[in-house]
């Protein structure tokens, strides 16, 4: 059974940093192109961060290049996104997403969030 278990959220001042991790298991970590998205009620869900199989293909939304970095540890099945200089736009429930090969197909797998509140 694949899950995904998202943690490390919280309430951070302007300017802070959080990291968040992705904590997985039940299928093959290493062969999983993972993600983080996040969403708040005042937008849709938006992908933040993309990280390859290997960890050496990486993308941001133009929003927090340079402020996070997305990572992931294959010999401990888990994912991370290293959050620094948060601001009030970065609220939200962020969300991680693994897409693996299954039957033939890609299936994507998603956690059940963590909220991160940035706020003075």
């Known amino acids: 059974q694949v899950q995904l278990v998202e943690s490390g959220g919280g309430l951070v001042q302007p300017g802070g940093s959080l990291r968040l991790s992705c904590t997985t298991s039940g299928f093959a970590f290493s062969s999983a192109v993972m993600s983080w998205y996040r969403q708040s009620p005042e937008k849709e869900r938006e992908l933040v961060a993309h990280?390859?199989?290997?960890?050496?293909?990486?993308n941001y939304a133009p929003s927090v290049q340079g402020r996070f970095i997305i990572s992931r540890d294959n010999d401990q099945n888990t994912g991370y996104l290293q959050m620094d200089s948060l601001n009030t736009d970065d609220t939200g429930t962020y969300f991680c997403q693994i897409v693996i090969p299954q039957g033939g197909t890609w299936i994507d797998y998603w956690g059940q969030g963590t909220q991160v509140t940035v706020s003075s």
């Open positions: 990280i390859g199989t290997a960890g050496d293909a990486t």
